[in-house]
């Protein structure tokens, strides 16, 4: 299944800024812009200032400088109508736990001013969807994580939006969780729906996302599809070696001269390279015995690495 | 019948249709508290208790029985009571870890038309709770019935006079011990003094310079003037006037502190 990117432009942010009344900056001036079709993500660690630039996307924070336009429509004006027409996943499940799951969508849908009758057959279709119909009854204080999320993305359907926002969609969810999570939105992704998630697992952008920024300390350092930016601000490959403790620092300076270029972290040193066999090779020439040796093909993370000197989840 | 349907579009109306949903799970409990409590207390008071002060005679009680003086008293008390208790815990609630405040605010709803909904469903709990009391009241004689008509919008008005500033404030508060405080250190004194159970003619003078001047004191003489017939156009006048300036305060206030706490 081919998913068609459009030329039109649903979100367009440019100089977008958010400053909170602590006087802290959480978005420092960010532009970008997003086409019909696309799956966006912001990658970055926690307090980058994505959940800020997630919450203004979603009409509900006052933007601080710059401008920012969904749909054909400022965001300052016409807060109601655009979020008419998108869907929002926040990254606490805001759903009624004494409610139960069907009861969350009906009650969400008269949100939106639909008509009972609308909403109770879109409400048999999403609970299908989120693979939630034998749960249809049951209170949403019984759902496990997994099962909650996937009934916050059901209840962001219900008006049918144009733009989804997800807000760290998968954080918190165990591994088969997160799969099925990520299943489920390749297969909104296929029936054409704009996504846009934050995210701090670079896993998760790079399977889900078309494009995406990378954001540090309420800026955007970097911008492009993961391949590219895979190739722009990393090797190929890269050699992870662990050493018993005390003899890393000793051995790092060794390793200098045989890769692009060397990463020290406190457990474990990152060597990238365009092979990792023949850079493991060069290791043991220069008779250096690690503990452990991984070759694995660059990824997001080693991006982020790149370019802030940090590590995504701490 | 035009108007009907826009109605029923109103967008305040949809946040009055989830509180109503959530209620069809816990409308049974809160039957205990809002009309069975009150009930008792005025069978207690009024006929117990009544029964004494009859005997001892007053003039405090401008010739009526204990209880035709209590009862519209503990009428606008008990709509203070229960719009305290359905703004305040439940604004809080809704507005931290419940999040549905937060839910509905990421739909075409805005702050206004939350703050509304929600005060239309406690308008209608403290209205449906006022009903069975007066059923109550006027079947036992305490209360003529066709002075107990006007009893159910004045006990609506004293109960919104509350329910409006609760709910402008709970929305900013944090911690909810502060509304338990606010429950035993301003309600609880109100309901006290202002006159649920005597008449303040028998305060000191500086005391009842005080209490003349909060609103349950404000909604009690104009229950009690109903419900014994006193009614006179100016006195009545004030009452409602400031009664209904508090719940206009209360829902201009509301509509500040909603946009600040859900567009932060």
């Known amino acids: 299944m081919t998913v068609t990117i ?38 970055g660690p926690n307090g980058a200032g994505k959940s800020s630039t997630m919450r203004m996307l979603g009409c509900v924070s006052p933007l601080s400088a710059g401008s920012l336009r969904m749909l054909g429509l400022e965001t300052a004006e016409h807060g109601p109508e655009i979020r008419a027409r998108i869907g929002v996943v926040p990254q606490d499940d805001t759903l009624d736990t004494e409610l139960t799951v069907r009861e969350n969508l009906l009650i969400y849908g008269r949100y939106f001013g639909l008509g009972r009758a609308v909403i109770r057959e879109r409400a048999e279709r999403l609970l299908e969807f989120a693979r939630l119909t034998d749960k249809a009854d049951a209170q949403v204080e019984a759902l496990s994580g997994g099962m909650r999320r996937r009934l916050t993305i059901a209840r962001a359907l219900v008006n049918e939006p144009e733009i989804l926002l997800l ?69 190929r490959e890269v050699l992870e070696l662990r050493f018993p403790p005390g003899e890393q620092q000793l051995t790092a300076g060794r390793l200098a001269a045989l890769a692009e270029r060397v990463e020290v972290l406190p457990d ?38 790149t370019l802030t000197g940090r ?4 | 019948m035009a108007l009907l349907p826009d109605l029923a579009r109103s967008p305040a109306l949809r946040e009055f249709t989830y509180w109503m949903h959530r209620y069809r799970r816990t409308w049974r409990g809160t039957v205990v508290v809002n009309v069975a409590n009150p009930l008792l207390f005025l ?32 009428l606008a008390a008990a709509a203070m009571q229960n719009a305290f208790l359905d703004s305040a815990g439940p604004v809080f609630q809704s507005a931290r870890q ?18 509304t909904g929600h005060l239309l469903f406690t308008g209608f709990r403290v209205l449906t709770s006022a009903l069975a009391f007066v059923v109550v009241i006027v079947a036992t004689g305490a209360v003529p019935w066709r002075h107990s008509l006007l009893l159910l919008p004045a006990a ?3 109960g919104l006079a509350f329910a409006a500033p609760v709910a402008a404030w709970a929305v900013t508060v944090t911690r909810s011990t502060r509304i338990n405080g606010v429950f035993r250190f301003v309600l609880l004194p109100m309901y006290m003094f202002s006159g649920t159970f005597y008449s303040t003619t028998q305060l000191p003078d500086w005391l009842r310079a005080v209490v003349s001047v909060t609103p349950l004191y404000q909604g009690i003489q104009l229950c009690r003037e109903l419900a014994l017939g006193t009614a006179a156009p100016l006195d009545s006048g004030v009452h409602v006037l400031y009664l209904a300036a508090m719940a206009t305060a209360g829902l201009l206030l509301g509509r500040r502190t909603y946009t600040r706490h859900l567009y932060g």
């Not at chain 1, 100089?15 to 079709?37: H, M, P």
């Not at chain 2, 069978?43 to 009680?61: E, I, K, N, P, Q």
Request: charged share 25%; glycine share 8%; hydrophobic share 45%.
């Open chain 1, 167 to 235: 807000d760290e969609p998968t954080t918190g969810l165990d591994p088969q969780a997160r799969h099925l999570l990520w299943e489920r939105l390749y297969q909104l992704k296929a029936d054409g729906v704009t996504l846009v998630l934050t995210t701090h697992y670079m896993d998760e952008a790079e399977q889900l996302c078309d494009r995406l920024v990378v954001m540090d300390a309420g800026r955007i350092v970097a911008e492009g599809s993961p391949q590219d930016l895979i190739r722009t601000h990393a090797t």
């Open chain 2, 98 to 115: 419940r999040g549905n405040y937060r839910a509905a605010a990421a739909t075409p709803m805005r702050p206004a038309d939350i703050l």
């Open chain 1, 311 to 314: 590590t995504l989840v701490d």
């Open chain 2, 156 to 158: 609506l008005l004293t």
């Open chain 2, 43 to 74: 069978a207690a008071m009024g006929v117990g208790l009544g029964r004494l002060v009859d005997d001892g005679g007053s003039d405090h009680l401008h010739g009526a029985t204990y209880l035709a003086f209590f009862a519209p008293g503990l």
């Open chain 1, 6 to 43: 459009s030329s039109e432009l649903l979100v367009q942010a440019s100089a977008l800024r958010k400053v909170y009344d602590s006087g802290f900056v959480a978005v420092d001036g960010i532009d970008f812009q997003l086409r019909r079709g696309e799956a966006f993500g912001f990658l």
């Open chain 1, 268 to 305: 474990r040193v990152l060597l990238y390279c365009e092979d990792g066999e023949t850079a493991l090779a060069a290791v043991h020439a220069e008779r250096i015995t690690p503990l452990t040796a991984l070759v694995r093909r660059a990824s997001l993370e080693d991006v982020f690495l």
